[in-house]
């Protein structure tokens, strides 16, 4: 090559290096830059958004601080997904309650599409969604969902439970695994007809698989914010573990539904699955709301809905009532009052029990289980306060907003249920601030039947025993850890019949 053509080979691929970085440059601004009017926030980086904020530091903190910063709505990158903020219970309303249409989507991705094949109850949009909530709901309320006839399957389930627990008598012991059986139970008792032995092989399954998906659930949000992780090879962030947990519960259930189509009965329905293949048979399978798979993602859905959380919140109740004595002194001299010792608690002595709903509602507020609730999503612009949520866009609903807010409950890191009473000893109001279950369309299918169950359970246990630390001077921490839940850490207590 002569010295012209070098000459002229070198000016060319110093232009086509000069046009490749000013062209990445653009790029690279065009990702960071922000539409216009869209939610103010944080600048990321191209692809990983603002992941950096979140690196090594608990979420709600930093969440909290983008609220002091740009007000109660706010957006930013997580991976390339537009993530919508939004803070405080004026906004919170404003947008799941009085904009519902529009607010009441989940986005599509790895939950949706991957793990539930939109279908189900929990993360299904549009009208799949609407016919299928309103078939579940009205035939969860047939079978008592939310009122007293379920109140003897509960506590048939109570009695089962506190007398493993008596056995204990008084050791240390961590009541998370039969807690949480116990409560499956009971959505075994609806969905199913019946239910399981604490010792039968397929339920202990059944209940560790949920457990597990619990923990990983982190890696749901992973797998959801930077869908390549589903396509590395091997498994190194457990997405495949989840998935396939998810594929051996819907196992579990299909042969529940088997089961059930060859005993139907018409004239004697037995539970939600019976109900549900008779509208099958009346519909036709071809309808997408009354398919199996429809079927037993709805049923995996209530018991995702219905098991963990309130299992971890009966959790965060006895960790209270071990820290402050003085708090279960009084929850057990109400329930003594009002119901005495010759029977379990019922439903109707609860109007009687104001110290009770004091207890949980900063149980529910302290515990704070489901603070950033289940993400929403945008199916389309939305205009929402003078600004636009972008087509796309994930949507959070921060309900550690309004749990942890000074403006609202005056030393918010103090537990104190007397904050929920008024001068004459009934709950004063405050208590409807409190939205541990979300709020708007979207809110948790279970709320009424989470109540029921925490209250009847509490009430036994505290009628019957004394919660103490494993020593008086190991107390157990408050701790948590942050995944679908935000859960307690494992701890043990000495439960002492009195």
Request: aromatic residues 10%; contains cysteine.
């Given at each position: 090559m002569d010295n012209m053509d070098f000459s002229s080979f070198l000016n060319f691929n110093t232009v086509t290096v000069a046009i490749a970085v000013i062209l990445l440059i653009l790029l690279v601004s065009r990702s960071l830059q922000r539409p216009a009017n869209v939610p103010p926030g944080p600048t990321g980086y191209p692809y990983v958004g603002c992941i950096h904020l979140l690196r090594n530091r608990n979420i709600l903190e930093v969440f909290r601080e983008l609220r002091g910063k740009y007000g109660e709505v706010f957006g930013l990158k997580i991976g390339p997904n537009f993530t919508v903020v939004i803070n405080?219970?004026?906004?919170?309303?404003?947008?799941?309650?009085?904009?519902?249409?529009d607010f009441s989507d989940?986005?599509?991705?790895?939950?949706?599409?991957?793990?539930f094949k939109n279908k189900g109850i929990g993360f299904s949009s549009g009208e799949n969604w609407k016919q299928n909530r309103t078939f579940s709901l009205s035939t969860l309320r047939s079978f008592g969902f939310g009122r007293r006839s379920l109140?003897?399957?509960?506590?048939?389930?109570?009695?089962?439970?506190?007398?493993?627990?008596?056995?204990?008598?008084?050791?240390?012991?961590?009541?998370?695994?039969?807690?949480?059986?116990?409560?499956?139970?009971?959505?075994?008792?609806?969905?199913?007809?019946?239910?399981?032995?604490?010792?039968?092989?397929?339920f202990k399954q059944l209940t560790s698989l949920f457990a597990e998906n619990f923990r990983l659930s982190s890696v749901a949000g992973a797998a959801q914010a930077f869908p390549v992780v589903r396509h590395l090879p091997g498994d190194l962030f457990s997405v495949k573990r989840l998935v396939q947990n998810f594929e051996d519960i819907k196992e579990f259930i299909n042969e529940q539904v088997i089961e059930h189509r060859n005993t139907l009965d018409k004239d004697n329905q037995r539970d939600f699955i019976d109900v549900f293949l008779l509208q099958q048979t009346k519909n036709g399978e071809e309808n997408p709301v009354f398919d199996d798979l429809n079927l037993t993602t709805t049923v995996m859905n209530l018991f995702v809905a219905g098991t963990d959380t309130t299992a971890t919140m009966i959790r965060w109740a006895i960790l209270y009532i071990v820290h402050?004595?003085?708090?279960?002194?009084?929850?057990?001299?109400?329930?003594?009052?009002?119901?005495?010792?010759?029977?379990?608690?019922?439903?109707?002595?609860?109007?009687?029990?104001?110290?009770?709903?004091?207890?949980?509602?900063?149980?529910?507020?302290?515990?704070?289980?489901?603070?950033?609730?289940?993400?929403?999503?945008?199916?389309?612009?939305?205009?929402?306060?003078?600004?636009?949520?972008?087509?796309?866009?994930?949507?959070?609903?921060?309900?550690?907003?309004v749990?942890?807010?000074?403006?609202?409950?005056?030393?918010?890191?103090?537990?104190?249920?007397?904050?929920?009473?008024?001068?004459?000893?009934?709950?004063?109001?405050?208590?409807?601030?409190?939205?541990?279950?979300s709020l708007g369309r979207r809110a948790c299918l279970g709320e009424s039947l989470a109540r029921m169950e925490l209250y009847l359970f509490l009430t036994s246990l505290l009628q019957r025993f004394e919660f103490l630390p494993e020593s008086p001077d190991k107390l157990p921490s408050f701790d948590a850890t942050l995944g679908l839940a935000r859960a307690s850490k494992d701890y043990s207590c000495r439960i002492v019949k009195l």
């Amino acid at each position: 090559m002569d010295n012209m053509d070098f000459s002229s080979f070198l000016n060319f691929n110093t232009v086509t290096v000069a046009i490749a970085v000013i062209l990445l440059i653009l790029l690279v601004s065009r990702s960071l830059q922000r539409p216009a009017n869209v939610p103010p926030g944080p600048t990321g980086y191209p692809y990983v958004g603002c992941i950096h904020l979140l690196r090594n530091r608990n979420i709600l903190e930093v969440f909290r601080e983008l609220r002091g910063k740009y007000g109660e709505v706010f957006g930013l990158k997580i991976g390339p997904n537009f993530t919508v903020v939004i803070n405080g219970v004026e906004a919170l309303k404003e947008a799941f309650v009085k904009h519902a249409d529009d607010f009441s989507d989940r986005p599509g991705g790895f939950l949706a599409e991957v793990v539930f094949k939109n279908k189900g109850i929990g993360f299904s949009s549009g009208e799949n969604w609407k016919q299928n909530r309103t078939f579940s709901l009205s035939t969860l309320r047939s079978f008592g969902f939310g009122r007293r006839s379920l109140e003897s399957r509960i506590q048939e389930e109570i009695t089962a439970y506190l007398d493993v627990i008596e056995k204990q008598n008084g050791k240390p012991y961590n009541m998370k695994d039969m807690t949480v059986m116990a409560v499956s139970n009971v959505i075994c008792s609806i969905t199913f007809g019946s239910r399981f032995d604490y010792n039968d092989v397929k339920f202990k399954q059944l209940t560790s698989l949920f457990a597990e998906n619990f923990r990983l659930s982190s890696v749901a949000g992973a797998a959801q914010a930077f869908p390549v992780v589903r396509h590395l090879p091997g498994d190194l962030f457990s997405v495949k573990r989840l998935v396939q947990n998810f594929e051996d519960i819907k196992e579990f259930i299909n042969e529940q539904v088997i089961e059930h189509r060859n005993t139907l009965d018409k004239d004697n329905q037995r539970d939600f699955i019976d109900v549900f293949l008779l509208q099958q048979t009346k519909n036709g399978e071809e309808n997408p709301v009354f398919d199996d798979l429809n079927l037993t993602t709805t049923v995996m859905n209530l018991f995702v809905a219905g098991t963990d959380t309130t299992a971890t919140m009966i959790r965060w109740a006895i960790l209270y009532i071990v820290h402050y004595k003085s708090v279960q002194d009084k929850l057990r001299q109400e329930i003594l009052k009002v119901v005495g010792t010759s029977r379990l608690p019922s439903l109707a002595d609860k109007p009687d029990m104001p110290y009770y709903g004091a207890f949980i509602t900063e149980v529910f507020r302290m515990g704070n289980i489901v603070p950033l609730a289940v993400p929403h999503g945008a199916k389309k612009d939305i205009h929402f306060r003078g600004m636009v949520i972008p087509k796309g866009s994930f949507i959070i609903p921060n309900l550690d907003s309004v749990m942890t807010d000074p403006e609202v409950f005056e030393n918010p890191d103090e537990f104190h249920p007397e904050r929920f009473l008024g001068e004459n000893g009934q709950l004063n109001g405050k208590e409807k601030i409190v939205m541990p279950f979300s709020l708007g369309r979207r809110a948790c299918l279970g709320e009424s039947l989470a109540r029921m169950e925490l209250y009847l359970f509490l009430t036994s246990l505290l009628q019957r025993f004394e919660f103490l630390p494993e020593s008086p001077d190991k107390l157990p921490s408050f701790d948590a850890t942050l995944g679908l839940a935000r859960a307690s850490k494992d701890y043990s207590c000495r439960i002492v019949k009195l």
